[in-house]
């Protein structure tokens, strides 16, 4: 009986963890993705990725256009792994791509932000310095231990879109859009939030619904758990038509358009509205609040409705829409296993014994950090109040670095996701430097609170720095030096 008990904690917990991060992250977060990843990969020629972020672009140039790309996007790791994949199909190298990946959810902007006013600026500067060093310095890891892959993917893009040539203007245009209405969902500025209106609906019993929703599946707010709403429950419903009408329109679209097509898109645009929306039930029927963010969203819409139907052409349509169906494809069901199995994880890791191993700045106690950030994974902005509470438990700063780095790179949905784009054997080799690095960023910061002066820890990181860049050089050098002998 126990053992059933048991089992049942560990069914509730990866459910309750997929139904709450369904209702609460893909729509205004992932949706817009797939889209920008499918309208660059349909839309956008490789000249255009490969004049900033391609394996032949000046290092100089590709790295820091990659991590300024990614700062601007307060997203999850699973909102930009959709957009890595669109730059890595379309040309970009890996070690800019993979940048991207790193630097973007790590230390882009916003988080930035948040981790300053709620932790202190000094934790927020340590995170800004290390993980620009080293996502960089990662992704030219990646590039040289690739090269030759690199190469042949170069290659194989060639061939892929060589038919494509200069960009348009409007397509262009659309891609700005859709950025906009990914901005528009998931920044948390005054502007957005704030309430503008208020549209109070005759429906009865959505109170007790969300109180059943709330017994149904536990959570525990301080440990960074959500739960469903009422509003959740509807959205994963209307996410559910969605993939319906997806698949009965999309999936042969090349055979043509059709009624589903267009209903597709249709339930796509009134589902981006019910989650940009606040409600909020109550005995006396369903408050609907009217923010921002919904003018903001339905100004897209709208913008990228006109586009669709009166610039873009019907093969562009068409290639835009597949394109983005077969991301979905690709990233969502290996999203769900990966968030259903981090629900079930999280039952049986406490945090407890995190904060037990990390309370003081040794390199167990960081290795510790990234641990927890892998298995027990928080979107965008919620590990910060998470990183607090572990801070207030005891936890050492040091570590405490060192999760923030691993906790929005190395979810385990990210790692089934990203091995499904670049392969299995470059997602754990990128894996693998990741934990080293977000290791040794904690263990450098830590010295840092611990005592150690600005001044040594600085020599300490631009000796790791310089020796890794020598040894790059050295073994680039060699490799030239290997190809020119062979020519």
């Not at 053992?3 to 893909?26: D, K, P, R």
């Not at 209903?263 to 606040?278: D, F, I, K, R």
Request: proline share 3%.
């Amino acid at each position: 009986m126990n053992i059933l008990s048991f089992l049942t904690e560990l069914f509730y917990g990866g459910l309750g963890n997929l139904a709450s991060y369904l209702a609460a992250h893909v729509l205004l977060c992932l949706l817009p993705a797939f889209y920008i990843a499918g309208a660059m990969t349909a839309l956008i020629p490789k000249e255009t990725v490969t004049r900033f972020l391609g394996r032949n672009t000046p290092k100089f140039v590709s790295y820091p256009a990659a991590a300024l790309a990614g700062s601007v996007l307060a997203v999850c790791s699973c909102t930009i792994v959709p957009l890595f994949a669109g730059i890595y199909k379309k040309g970009a190298g890996i070690g800019p791509a993979i940048t991207f990946l790193f630097f973007a959810p790590a230390a882009n902007i916003l988080a930035l932000i948040y981790t300053g006013g709620v932790i202190g600026a000094d934790l927020a500067i340590a995170r800004l310095t290390l993980s620009l060093a080293f996502g960089i310095g990662i992704g030219m890891i990646m590039a040289l231990i690739f090269r030759k892959d690199d190469a042949a993917h170069d290659k194989a893009t060639d061939t892929m879109f060589a038919a494509q040539g200069t960009m348009r203007r409007v397509a262009l245009i659309f891609l700005f859009v859709l950025v906009a209405l990914l901005l528009s969902g998931t920044l948390k500025v005054g502007l957005l939030t704030n309430t503008y209106t208020t549209l109070t609906l005759p429906v009865s019993g959505m109170d007790q619904f969300q109180d059943f929703l709330y017994r149904l599946v536990p959570f525990d707010p301080a440990k960074g758990e959500e739960g469903v709403t009422a509003q959740g429950a509807i959205l994963i419903g209307m996410l559910a038509l969605i993939g319906l009408a997806s698949w009965k329109g999309i999936e042969h679209i090349h055979e043509g358009y059709n009624r589903w097509t267009w209903t597709s898109l249709m339930l796509v645009g009134v589902t981006l509205l019910t989650a940009a929306v606040g409600m909020s039930p109550h005995v006396g029927g369903l408050d609907i609040l009217i923010n921002g963010k919904f003018f903001g969203v339905l100004i897209a819409l709208i913008v990228l409705g006109w586009i669709l139907k009166i610039k873009l052409t019907e093969d562009e349509t068409r290639d835009f829409l597949w394109e983005s169906w077969k991301f979905v494809k690709q990233i969502f069901p290996l999203l769900v296993v990966g968030v259903f199995a981090v629900g079930v994880i999280r039952v049986i890791i406490k945090p407890e014994w995190i904060e037990a191993l990390a309370g003081q700045n040794t390199l167990l106690g960081n290795l510790a950090g990234v641990v927890f950030g892998v298995f027990m994974y928080f979107p965008t902005l919620v590990e910060v109040p998470i990183a607090q509470m572990f801070l207030s438990l005891g936890m050492h700063r040091g570590p405490l670095l060192a999760y923030l780095m691993a906790d929005p790179e190395l979810s385990l949905q990210s790692i089934l996701i990203i091995s499904t784009i670049i392969g299995k054997l470059k997602s754990w080799i990128y894996v693998a430097w990741v934990a080293l690095f977000s290791t040794l960023a904690g263990l450098i910061y830590g010295a840092w609170v611990d005592g150690a002066s600005i001044g040594l820890v600085s020599l300490y990181l631009i000796i790791f720095l310089a020796l890794l860049s020598a040894l790059l050089w050295f073994v680039n050098r060699r490799n030239e030096q290997k190809i020119a002998v062979a020519q």
